[in-house]
Structures are given as structure tokens and as C-alpha cells.
């Protein structure tokens, strides 16, 4: 009987940190192959494997995230094929990912499932960015060219928006100005002040650079102290209270990751070792709604079904998994995951085998590629050990979450429970109020810098009925600029709300 159980069967990873010159200035696909071939290689195969991948996915690029985005360095018209021919694959099918950095684990579970039900045999996932190269070649005015076209089949996924235009006009784009609001939620919940807070999250991220100072990938591998997260400075500058630039999500890099997968069969023929073998054991994955919509901006309701799914399904508690990657693009995301399944943040276990994206780097949509390669590694060297993945992608809009582990489980490889999003959609939504007028009270907020000026205010509010309204401070407005960038409590703080044009306007003067 054929056995189509789905296994990971290598990764490669690649960093590039050397000083940049026109000659070494590698483009995103040339950095995803330099990984892939990495992974070809690692697999430990009795012959060469490139010929035997049916199906890549690449993981979208970051710029090509944000909806009319572009590359200005030019980029490949079909990006899988493009890293197919470096490494000298013919797939049959070559899949562009839509965006957010739920990807990788998503794609891990797409392949598992089309490898089991026999749909595919042998997949290379693959994605990786040159924001850090594109950015110095910009300033130093260096020529390079990316563009490229690569004829074939592809499967573009698409880019899709994250928000509404009614969050649009009140600043809910960039991550940096969203997480904040989910973060000072979370910890008006937990009865911190900013300043507590903020001892919180340093604490918690100092730990994550410490993995990223040993991990020979990071793009950042330096210690980053509690004292030194926890103070504003010329090199830590504000970005959006409460984030300073090394809390958040760092997309200065030049990293790529690949991961291979096949089937049992497929690897026995192969000649790939058993010891290079990891079982995905179970998966979720669940789509949040708009950020406006959701009640409670202080919890993640995606991650507390996708991670009690999971985990229940192959009979653990969290305390029984061994290794993990908790998604960090900002405290938030790490602090959110530990509530929903129950884990104290303070614990001594790692969080992260990576570093986490502040200090390892944000490798754009494809950070868990690396966090899974780097996991599926260590389970390799510990066959008796259970690990956990959790990948988020837009504003905590996406999640996909894996349990990994070099034994073959007991009950085939599944989804975890393939109705989480209906029981999801089944949950309320906050009311909105798009036209806003009254007095209202602040449920989150933050405070927008631009080299080191506090410039936009940003608040989410209720009124006494329970609608909620998004608004921003008035550009003219230094003195609730200036009350927002003080010491004092804000959540709870009752404000004034008008309409003018397409935005309501913040005030914290009540007369
Ligand atoms: C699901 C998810 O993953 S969500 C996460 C998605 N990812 C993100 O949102 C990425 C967020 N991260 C970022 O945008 C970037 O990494 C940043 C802004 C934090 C850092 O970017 P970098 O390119 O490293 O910026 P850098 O710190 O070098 O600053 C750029 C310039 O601005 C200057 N600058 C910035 N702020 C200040 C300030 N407050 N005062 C003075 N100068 C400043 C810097 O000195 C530097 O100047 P230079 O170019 O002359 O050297």
C-alpha cells in the first residue's frame, strides 16, 4: 500500500551581512535559491532532488504585500520559476503566496494535505528578502537591476487588503501603527502603566536576542539588554508608543529559507535517511476579521482557537511541547499567544529557536520559514521531542500553527479542526460608528513618530451606548499631541469626537 505520509525532509537557510558592492548585491530570489540549494543538498539524498520537485511555493514578498506595491529595483514577473531555474527545478506547479507571514505554515499545511491525498509528491517552499540591500543601494545611488522574465505556469495567489477604508483614513495601515493598539489594550487589561509595561516587554525581548546572538542566521546577532529596550534613545527612538525601533519587527534584511517536503514513499525512493525525517503531526488555520471589528482589541480570539485546536488534538498541553516559535513581530504577538494557550511569558523556555523578527530580522512574509527550518533542525537532533510553530500574519489577521516532531504520529497528519473558521465567524463584532460626534471614551490609542516627532495620535474609542469610532488627532492639535505623549493613563480617558471630511477628529478638550 502506498504511504503518502507527509514529511519535511531538509531546509536551508542563507543570511547575506558583508558590506554591499554592485558585484555581491543578490536580489530576493537569488538569496531564496541560495537557501534552496542548501536544502537539496542537506537532504542527504542518493541522487540530485531539484528534478523531482512538482510544486514550489514561494512566499510573497513584502513589497509585493502592500497593495500597487513595486519593487524600485524591478523584480521577476514569475518569482517561483525564477528561483526554479537558479536550482535547475521544472515544476509542474509554481505557486506565488498571497501576503502575511501565516505562509509558511500555511503553505506546510497545503502540502501536507495535496502530499497525502497523493496530489503531490515532492514540494520545496521557499521565500526570502533583500530589503536591508535595497535599501543601502538606494542611498548609495548603486544601479541594480531585479527585473526579469521567466515564461510558465503560475499560480499567483494575489495581494489583498487588510483593512477597511475606514480604517485606511484613520491610520490603520502599517503594522507599526496598528500592533501598538492591540499592545496598549493588552496591557491597560493587565493594570500596567506604560513604563510597566515597557519593563515587561524589554525583559521578554532581551531573552529573545540572546537566541538571536547564537543563531548564525540572524541578520542582528547582537544581545540586546533589558536596560537597552527599555530606554528611548538615539539608536532606540520612538516609532509608535509604546514601540521603540528594536520592539518591532526589523524588515532590514537579507535573509531566504527553504523547506522540502515529500511523501514517505517519495523519500524511501529517494534514498533520503529516516533520521532526516519530521512529521507535521497536526495544523490550524484561521483568519481573523477587520481590525475595527473586533470586540476586544486585547486578546486574539484566532490564536486562543488555532492553539487550543492544535494542541488538543495531538493531547498536549503546552507544558508537554518542548522546542517552539512563537510569532514576534512585536510583544504583542508573543504575549497574545502565551494568554491563549495558557503559557506564563516569563518562563525560562525559549519562545523563539530563532531570535524572533526584531533581532533575528523580519524576513517580510517568510520569518517562519526560517523559524521552521530552524525548528525542524532541532527536532532532527532530538527525535523525541515535540515542537510548535505559530505564524501570524497581518495586523494578528492570520494565523497557521503546526505541531512538529521527528517520531511518526499516532493518528495521521490532520487538520486540527477543520470548522474553526465557521466557529469563528460565529463570534459578535464591535459596532461601528463611521460618522463619529460626541464624547467617547479612549479603549486603545498611540502616538505616531517620525524622526523622533510625535506627528498623528490615534485612538479607538466607545461611546457610553458601546459603538466604537475610530479617530486621529487634528495635525494642528500640539496640545492633545502633547497630552498623549505624557505620563498619564489614557485608556479610559473621555474625549471629544467630531467629523470633518472623511476622518473624525480627536480632541482632549471636552468643551
Ligand atoms: C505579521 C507581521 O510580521 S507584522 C510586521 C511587519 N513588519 C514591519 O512592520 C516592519 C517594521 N519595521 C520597520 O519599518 C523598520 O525595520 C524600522 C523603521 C523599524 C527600522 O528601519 P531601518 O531601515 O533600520 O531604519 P534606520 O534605523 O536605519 O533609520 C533610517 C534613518 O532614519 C533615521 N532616523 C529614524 N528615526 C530617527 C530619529 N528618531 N531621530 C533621528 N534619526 C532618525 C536614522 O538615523 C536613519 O538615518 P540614516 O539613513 O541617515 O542613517
Not at 517561483?80 to 509558511?104: F, M, T, V
Not at 501536507?112 to 533583500?130: C, F, H, N, S, V
Not at 514601540?243 to 523547506?259: C, E, F, P, S
Amino acid at each position: 500500500m502506498a504511504n503518502t505520509t507527509p514529511i519535511l525532509v531538509a531546509s536551508g537557510q542563507y543570511v547575506f551581512r558583508d558590506v554591499l558592492t554592485a558585484d555581491n548585491a543578490l536580489a530576493p530570489v537569488d538569496i531564496a535559491a541560495e537557501a534552496a540549494k542548501v536544502a537539496l543538498a542537506s537532504a542527504q539524498a542518493n541522487t540530485p532532488l531539484a528534478a523531482h520537485i512538482d510544486t514550489i511555493a514561494y512566499i510573497r514578498g513584502f513589497i509585493d504585500s502592500i497593495p500597487g506595491g513595486a519593487c524600485p529595483l524591478g523584480a521577476s514577473n514569475n518569482v517561483p520559476r525564477s528561483l526554479a531555474k537558479r536550482i535547475g527545478a521544472d515544476p509542474q506547479n509554481a505557486i506565488y503566496g498571497r501576503e502575511g507571514g501565516h505562509s509558511p505554515q500555511r503553505f506546510v499545511n497545503e502540502f501536507a494535505e495535496k502530499i497525502a491525498a497523493g496530489e503531490m509528491t515532492m514540494g520545496l517552499i521557499a521565500g526570502a528578502e533583500a530589503t536591508g540591500i535595497m535599501k543601502q543601494a538606494l542611498k548609495a545611488g548603486l544601479a541594480l537591476d531585479w527585473s526579469e522574465q521567466v515564461d510558465g505556469q503560475l499560480d499567483d495567489r494575489g495581494c489583498h487588503l487588510l483593512f477597511t477604508d475606514y480604517e485606511i483614513n484613520h491610520g490603520i495601515t502599517f503594522p507599526t501603527q496598528v500592533y501598538p493598539l492591540f499592545e496598549n489594550a493588552w496591557r491597560a487589561r493587565h493594570g500596567l502603566s506604560e513604563a510597566a509595561h515597557r519593563t515587561l516587554a524589554s525583559k521578554l525581548f532581551a531573552k529573545f536576542s540572546e537566541v538571536a546572538a547564537s543563531n548564525p542566521y540572524s541578520q542582528f546577532p547582537t544581545v540586546r539588554s533589558e536596560a537597552f529596550l527599555n530606554e528611548v534613545s538615539k539608536e532606540n527612538y520612538w516609532v509608535a508608543r509604546p514601540y521603540t525601533k528594536w520592539m518591532v519587527a526589523q524588515d532590514a534584511v537579507n535573509q531566504g529559507a527553504a523547506l522540502l517536503m515529500c511523501s514517505v514513499d517519495k523519500a524511501i525512493e529517494l534514498g533520503i535517511p529516516e533520521s532526516q525525517w519530521v512529521y507535521l503531526h497536526s495544523y490550524a488555520d484561521v483568519d481573523d476579521r477587520w481590525v475595527s471589528e473586533r470586540p476586544d482589541l486585547a486578546v486574539s480570539e484566532t490564536m486562543r482557537l488555532s492553539l487550543n485546536a492544535v494542541l488538543g488534538s495531538v493531547g498536549k498541553s503546552i507544558d508537554q511541547i518542548d522546542i517552539m516559535d512563537i510569532y514576534s513581530c512585536f510583544p504583542i504577538a508573543v504575549l497574545a499567544a502565551c494568554e491563549a494557550m495558557g503559557l506564563d511569558w516569563t518562563t525560562d523556555k525559549p519562545l523563539t529557536v530563532t531570535g524572533g523578527l526584531p533581532f533575528f530580522g523580519g524576513a517580510g512574509n517568510s520569518y517562519s520559514t526560517h523559524a521552521i527550518a530552524s525548528l525542524t533542525d532541532a527536532l532532527r537532533s532530538k527525535p523525541q521531542d515535540y515542537g510548535l510553530i505559530t505564524a501570524n500574519g497581518g495586523f494578528l489577521s492570520k494565523q497557521s500553527v503546526g505541531v512538529y516532531s521527528a517520531q511518526a504520529p499516532a493518528k495521521p497528519c490532520h487538520n486540527a479542526d477543520p470548522n474553526l473558521q465557521a466557529k469563528f465567524n460565529a463570534l459578535p463584532r464591535a459596532e461601528l460608528v463611521e460618522q463619529a460626534e460626541g464624547v467617547g471614551s479612549i479603549e486603545t490609542y498611540t502616538l505616531v513618530y517620525n524622526r523622533g516627532v510625535a506627528t498623528l495620535g490615534m485612538v479607538v474609542g466607545r461611546f457610553d451606548d458601546g459603538r466604537r469610532f475610530l479617530a486621529n488627532t487634528d495635525a494642528e492639535d500640539e496640545s492633545s499631541l502633547a497630552t498623549m505623549a505624557g505620563e498619564a493613563e489614557l485608556i479610559g480617558r473621555k474625549v471629544r469626537v467630531h467629523h470633518k471630511a472623511n476622518k473624525n477628529i480627536v480632541s482632549f478638550n471636552l468643551d
